[in-house]
């Protein structure tokens, strides 16, 4: 079944699933399960040429969050931000990036913010390598249980104020052990990161070390647990 990708904003008016501007001349198609107002069904759902604007998924709790149930396969489209993406989407329970291009992507502010019922998460697809912000990114992702952020590169990071906060289900975050913190700049950039959540033994281990290795700003105070 396709569907046409609307503006929460306007739901009243465009009955939308979410927010994506593409940029003109570039389709894809994304995978997702939106729940109706009667069941849950399966949607590849065809990016259409909206005009020249900066690709984002802004959810911020607003329009149809509460319709996602899940990410397949989240696009190709030149995304630009992922700041508040899919903020409030409290119903989705699991995420895979798949086939994307996120390396013009500069913020993940907020980007699953309260997403309570996420279990997995796979996000070893995106290229952060632009990314400057994650800011509460994961912040009370309270059902969260396992999610890989291999191979993220967060030299270009400046916060991570709160990234992973009340993740209290967590069990498993692979790939934590190599992020880098150099390009933080202020000393409550680090605070709360891992507050009220939890990582294994051996990677938090390996993240010390790793950390330890690096030349951050002194005077940041990461909280684990």
């Known amino acids: 079944m396709d569907a046409?990708?609307?503006?929460?904003i306007r739901s009243s008016i465009w009955n939308p699933i979410l927010r994506v501007f593409g940029r003109l001349g570039v389709?894809?198609?994304f995978v997702w399960t939106v729940a109706t107002t009667t069941s849950s069904e399966t949607f590849t759902i065809p990016c259409?040429?909206?005009?020249?604007?900066d690709a984002n998924i802004y959810f911020f709790g607003l329009g149809d969050c509460l319709k996602v149930k899940s990410v397949e396969n989240l696009g190709v489209v030149g995304w630009l931000t992922f700041a508040r993406a899919f903020y409030g989407c409290s119903n989705m329970t699991s995420f895979v990036a798949g086939n994307t291009d996120t390396s013009g992507v500069t913020s993940l502010l907020a980007g699953f913010y309260v997403c309570s019922s996420l279990v997995s998460s796979d996000l070893s697809g995106m290229n952060t390598s632009n990314v400057t912000d994650m800011n509460q990114t994961f912040y009370n992702n309270t059902s969260l249980l396992?999610?890989?952020?291999t191979g993220w590169d967060t030299s270009s990071v400046v916060t991570m104020f709160r990234c992973w906060m009340g993740c209290s289900s967590l069990v498993d975050l692979i790939g934590v052990e190599d992020l880098n913190?150099?390009?933080?700049n202020?000393?409550?950039?680090?605070t709360d990161i891992f507050r009220s959540s939890g990582i294994p033994t051996?990677?938090?281990?390996?993240?010390?070390i790793n950390w330890d290795a690096q030349?951050?700003?002194?005077g940041m105070s990461p909280d684990f647990g």
Request: proline content about 5%.
């Open 48 to 53: 259409q040429d909206v005009g020249v604007f």
């Open 215 to 218: 030349n951050p700003l002194d």
């Open 146 to 149: 396992t999610s890989n952020v």
């Open 202 to 208: 051996a990677r938090y281990d390996a993240l010390l």
């Open 4 to 8: 046409v990708i609307r503006d929460p």
């Open 186 to 190: 202020g000393t409550g950039d680090l």
């Open 181 to 184: 913190i150099e390009g933080l």
């Open 27 to 29: 389709t894809t198609d």
